[in-house]
């Protein structure tokens, strides 16, 4: 059986007073070769399209992995589409698909708390983005880990 094939890697879905934290993770991310999805890098891409349905095929089916990033900022109408749209495709998955990240302790809806996460206050960018990486490796053979996540 042919392995599905993802557009991106990782999809960041976060809320936008949190993007200055996110930035870094993702520009690392992006240097260790990893396909990553960021809404900036698509305006033309998504100039004149429906975004409601935009957001809810990438967040659903053109990323491997969404990386959520969960704060009290997460509340938005559009981080919600994001994490609805990621949480459907969880629900039919066997394998994890959201990656939580928390910025703080807010919970995120629908999220179960027993669900393990990184955490931007414990976890520096450069070991969330090796997590990351490690992560694909599992699934992508051009992946290889090369920091251990302790």
């Known amino acids: 059986m042919a392995a599905e094939k993802y557009e991106f890697d990782v999809a960041p879905s976060f809320a936008e ?11 690392r991310l992006k240097d260790l070769g990893v396909s990553v999805f960021y809404d ?6 998504m100039w004149g399209v429906d975004l409601v349905e935009y957001f809810s095929e990438t967040f659903s089916s053109r990323a491997r992995f969404v990386l959520l990033f969960g704060s009290q900022h997460y509340v938005s109408a559009w981080a919600r589409l994001q994490r609805r749209a990621a949480q459907a495709r969880a629900l039919e998955e066997h ?4 990656l939580p990240i928390r910025i703080d302790d807010t919970p995120v809806p629908g999220l179960l708390p027993t669900i393990a996460y990184l955490d931007v206050r414990k976890h520096t960018t450069e070991v969330i983005a090796q997590a990351v990486v490690q992560k694909l490796a ?5 992946f290889t880990p090369t920091t251990p996540i302790t």
Not at 17 to 27: H, N, T
Request: net charge negative; glycine share 0%.
């Open 17 to 27: 007073e949190d993007r200055e934290l996110v930035l870094p993770i993702v520009r």
């Open 95 to 98: 394998t994890e698909y959201l």
């Open 138 to 142: 599992q699934h992508r053979a051009s």
């Open 40 to 45: 900036e890098d698509q305006l033309v891409e």
